[in-house]
């Protein structure tokens, strides 16, 4: 079967570092995509892995482990409005994309 | 500003009616799609299509239909066949498949009267 697991919901401090994790078995990969939502809103593009290792964007960093179906965001300096679902989902080739069901991360101060 | 507009944001419906989801772009991008969210479940596509009048049913097409009769529109209409309509409906484009980043609408929440 096809699956995405990430956390259901993490809690972090503002100013923090946290990490989110996803693990994937998929049919096809032609990459992995980790996008932001904030409630009742449109998820918005944050990074694109189809290579392992870390991709670096701003305070935003994702990893990629093919081999283990694996990849990670890393958000540092923690913002209040980093409060938010993040989604990680796979590109199956073609135009088929596979989502998970997202993590919801809090920030408290 | 280019971007995706879906209406209504809010759209409710009587049993066995049919409603249509608008959803246009003018982003200039081939590719458009149309998802479902359910609380606790990753979005599952609908229908997608790569390019003007083609379109290719998804993961869940089952009481739902869609045209592309212009690049920049893809409308979705749910039909009275589709049983559990309410969910939060996203329209999202890109410029191709693959490895292309997908831009999305601000999303219809469709609710049953």
């Known amino acids: 079967g096809q699956n995405i697991d990430q956390p259901t919901e993490m809690t972090a401090t503002e100013g923090a570092i946290v990490q989110i994790n996803c693990t994937y078995q998929?049919?096809?990969?032609?990459?992995l995509f980790w996008y932001q939502q904030h409630a009742g809103e449109a998820p918005t593009f944050l990074s694109y892995?189809?290579?392992?290792g870390l991709e670096e964007k701003g305070r935003f960093s994702s990893f990629l482990s093919r081999s283990k179906g694996y990849s990670y965001l890393l958000l540092k300096e923690l913002q209040m409005k980093d409060s938010a679902s993040y989604l990680c989902?796979?590109?199956?080739?073609?135009?088929?994309?596979?989502f998970g069901a997202g993590t919801r991360l809090f920030v408290k101060a | 500003d280019g971007g995706i507009t879906q209406s209504p944001k809010y759209l409710f419906r009587k049993e066995g009616q049919n409603v249509t989801l608008s959803c246009e772009q003018n982003?200039?991008?081939?590719?458009m799609y149309w998802y479902r969210q359910d609380p606790g479940q990753g979005l599952r596509l609908i229908y997608y299509s790569q390019i003007v009048n083609d379109f290719q049913k998804g993961d869940i097409a089952e009481g739902y239909s869609v045209s592309r009769e212009k690049k920049e529109s893809f409308p979705l209409t749910v039909t009275s066949a589709q049983k559990n309509p309410t969910a939060f409906y996203l329209c999202?484009?890109?410029?191709?498949?693959?490895?292309?980043?997908?831009?999305f609408g601000d999303g219809t929440r469709l609710s049953i009267l």
């Open positions: 892995n189809v290579l392992d």
């Open positions: 982003l200039n991008h081939d590719a």
């Open positions: 998929t049919s096809g990969f032609n990459g």
């Open positions: 999202a484009s890109s410029i191709g498949g693959n490895n292309q980043p997908q831009h």
């Open positions: 989902a796979v590109s199956q080739g073609g135009f088929k994309t596979i």
